[in-house]
């Protein structure tokens, strides 16, 4: 080119040149979903093919996860069709994984509209290391504040439109979709889990936001969605209006924000709170509270489907001297020994154990009836009187069983049991009183 003058070449020419200078061109006929590969050199002479797909195509340069090939879920796939239109040119940044030592390129997009009806020219090329660490920098530092955020986009619900969306797992650039946020909506609603859809649809109806959200205002869901690889994590989805002078100027910033790590920690911890409140820290059974909401349960669950439930309450005997004679080290022992006891009488059945208060003990029994129950408490009974309770020895306990009947309130049942329960006590203890 030195040796010639500029006004020397030709219009054919100077394109040879550009052709040269290009690692792929591409013809795309998107209404057919077709491409064409005019050119291909380096990385894409294998990485593309000549004729294709156009949506392969699309999914090959960036609709998988950032700097690597691995294919994201169907779910997301959905979104390539919207890649059809291609409004004036429109450049873009892209990372892909090839060659020979199957190693990631950072790739340059540029799309040229062709005037026949949705064709267009794709121009590629692989950026140069220099090219790359100045982006690198930048995006290190881009991606230290953002890389909580999978997706956000820019919403105008008057329009129906949506624009400057980002896919931080694809790619740090913003991408150009043709699709409308009622489509974008009726799309996403299907990636987030079952439970959550319903206020997932509440909270994105666009005349929810607009009713609902004022100018400036921002508000948030905490839900599971799936992520680009399919599985299910905690997200928070952010909604904030645009502060404009215009009260029916509706414009939103959606977000996705990824906090599975940070919700599961928090669930953990709440676990652990929850378990302590209803929890007693001697024998690991129920708590009075714990067993009480039980006991509660059981007797809705009777009230409003009818399954029988009954109710064993226990009393260790003469536990008092055990404490007053070998120290309450040695209570305590006793108490996990037989409280050791009940959780394995209650193994195989629908039944809750609670320590109702010092030496009294519950349990409660779904789907047994009287008759079925009262030979289980005899077996018990009989259990802890040939238990060798370690250095106190032998002990006994009394027990009273009842069932709940139709009309019972919590406190006809609890008074039926504990009746039952002390009518053994009275009649000489180790016994099973039913009422």
Known sequence: ???????????????????DSYDAVVLVDSKEHRYRSL?????????ID????????????????????QEITDDYKAFISFYDEYEGKYSRRFKIVGGENNKPYTGQMTVYPLKDEKKYIFVLNVLDDITTVDDLMTDKKVHTIQNTFLFSMYVDLVRDT?????ITEISEDTVNYNIKYSQWRSMVVGMIWPEDKEQFLQLTDPEYLKKNLAPGRTTTFDCQMKNLEGVYIWVKLIFSRTKTTMPDDFRFVFMVQNIHEHALEIMSTLKVYENRAITDPLTGLYNYGGIKTEMLNAIDMFNKDSVPVSLIMLDLDFFKN???????????KTLKAFADILIETAKGKRASVGRWGGEEFLIVCSEKTLEELSPCAEELRKNVEETDFSEVGHLTCSIGVTQIKEGDSFDDAFKRVDKALYESKNNGRNRVTVL
Do not use: C, P
């Open 1 to 19: 080119m030195s040796n010639k003058a500029l006004e020397n070449y030709s219009v054919e020419e100077v394109l040879g040149l550009l052709q």
């Open 39 to 47: 050119r291909r050199k380096g990385v894409f002479e294998t990485y």
């Open 50 to 69: 000549e004729y294709g797909d156009y949506h392969e195509l699309i999914q090959k340069l960036w609709f998988h996860l950032y700097d690597t090939n």
């Open 162 to 166: 949506t624009n400057s969306i980002s």
């Open 322 to 332: 055990v404490n007053d004679t070998y120290g309450h080290s040695a209570g305590d």
